[in-house]
């Protein structure tokens, strides 16, 4: 008997498991039309309620991947991928890709832009002029065969399936699911064409999950979904309790990445973006334990090799490559005029920051997205002077604002003295990174 949607609705409604096949009927008939919108929603919200059991998540995930092009990297060596669950301030692809690539490892890096309070890379790489970030699917294999890396924007045609269940999902409430979150983010990279994956799951107030623990969960999902269908891979937990870094806002985390990749730059997008080479390096196996990796990843950015490669990549996506010599940053990477501060209104410790008001003040100021098709402005930007657990004084600059206008950027001053709070008392500093999560041993049965 052919797939019947009512019967796969009632499924999951009572909480039973689908087959392969049920799975594979839905997807299919997502993509020729006849599951019609209300019917994938009632479905959705049946599994958000309900859940998805481990096999039904790889039958979901395999379907979605194939519905569309799945890419066919060239064969010259294990190539890795990395996603970030999304952040404020996290320009760490535009350091990582490059730095990988310079030690032999192909990376084929497919990216979106910022939508909502999180930033995007697409967004970020289009402030350097000329920087073609839609490249064909042939020039993106082309390119990663011949310089060992690539940073493209999603072509439509992959998981095309996904974006149709994403779309319902958005529009009926039912994003926040483990179980079709992790189906969501694996399909991509699957039909990305990568060998293995590294992730990079935030947790705090400007990220996805918000606890700690929701991210481990989430972490274990994705790390274990991927490998089970033949994608090694790790999932390496990192904090948006604060933004990451110095900067947020597109062309400002450019030159900050850039800063990162000369052997300069903020010791926490250092760190960060060290932690996740070192995973890619291990997970392709070039090198024989983490203090190596380490320590090639450390050279290439020391060395001066990464940065090489960034404006490599850049000239070869159309870039103007001397956006690697800070002296043209001021005609490359222009930063907005006006300029604004929240400053300490007491003495202190910093106690909290609230991360999503940061990205969301960025994205008032024209740094990003209401909706998909509006245009952005790349020269506005935050810079954070303050990380929770420092001490401050009264007049101390804690945030520095650069608005297109004086008015604008003054009332994000505005807006944002309310988003930090600062106690009398002395107060821990929040860890940047947590644990790294590794599939699980499959235990031999005796
Ligand atoms: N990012 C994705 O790609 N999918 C989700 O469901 C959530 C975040």
Redesign the pocket.
């Known amino acids: 008997m052919g797939f019947n949607i009512l019967k796969f609705i009632e499924v999951k409604r009572d909480g039973g498991e689908h087959s392969r096949s049920d799975i594979e009927g839905f997807v299919n008939g997502l993509m020729d039309g006849s599951v019609k919108d209300y019917q994938a929603a009632a479905w959705l919200m049946g599994a958000f309620i309900r859940g998805l059991t481990m096999s039904e998540m790889s039958y979901l995930t395999t379907a979605l991947a194939n519905s569309g092009d799945v890419f066919k990297l060239p064969a010259n060596g294990f190539s890795v991928d990395k996603h970030s ?1 999304g952040g404020v301030g996290d320009k760490v692809t535009l350091v990582l890709v490059p730095l990988v690539a310079s030690l032999g490892i192909p990376v084929a890096k497919l990216s979106g832009r910022g939508l909502g309070f999180t930033g995007g890379t697409v967004d970020k790489l289009e402030s350097i002029p000329g920087m073609n970030m839609h490249l064909s699917i042939e020039d993106f294999k082309t390119q990663v065969a011949q310089i060992g890396c690539a940073v493209s924007g999603h072509s439509l045609q992959l998981a095309p399936a996904e974006g149709k269940l ?1 779309h319902l999902r958005d529009v009926t409430s039912t ?1 926040p699911s483990m179980g ?2 992790a189906t ?2 694996v399909s ?1 990279k699957i039909a990305g064409g990568a060998d293995g994956f590294v992730f990079d799951v935030k947790w705090g107030r400007g990220a ?1 999950m918000e606890t700690y623990d929701g991210a481990v969960a989430l972490g274990r999902l994705l790390v274990d979904l991927s490998s089970s269908l033949g994608h090694p891979s790790r999932a390496v937990l990192t904090s948006m309790e604060q933004p990451l870094g110095d900067w947020v806002g597109n062309a400002a985390e450019v030159r900050e990445a850039l800063e990162v990749l000369m052997g300069e730059g903020p010791s926490s997008t250092r760190e960060v973006s060290l932690l996740l080479a070192r995973e890619m390096v291990l997970l392709a196996r070039r090198a024989s334990s983490p203090d190596e990796a380490l320590d090639m990843c450390r050279r290439a950015l020391d060395g001066g090799s990464a940065l090489e490669r960034f404006a490599m990549m850049v000239e070869r996506q159309g870039g103007d490559p001397r956006v690697t010599d800070p002296s043209t940053w001021d005609r490359l990477l222009p930063l907005a005029p006006e300029r604004a501060v929240v400053i300490a209104e007491e003495d202190g410790f910093m106690a909290g920051i609230d991360t999503r008001a940061i990205g969301e003040a960025l994205r008032t100021l024209g740094g990003g997205r209401i909706r998909k098709e509006d245009p952005i402005d790349h020269g506005v930007a935050i810079k954070v002077h303050c990380s929770v657990g420092q001490p401050v004084s009264r007049g101390d600059v804690l945030l520095e604002i650069l608005g297109r206008t004086k008015g604008a950027a003054e009332e994000a001053a505005a807006t944002l003295g309310g988003s930090l709070v600062i106690s009398k008392e002395p107060v821990d500093s929040i860890p940047l990174v947590g644990e790294i999560l590794y599939p699980l041993e499959r235990v031999a049965k005796s």
Do not use: D, N, P
């Open positions: 669950t994403y994003v079709l979150i969501s983010i991509k996805l």
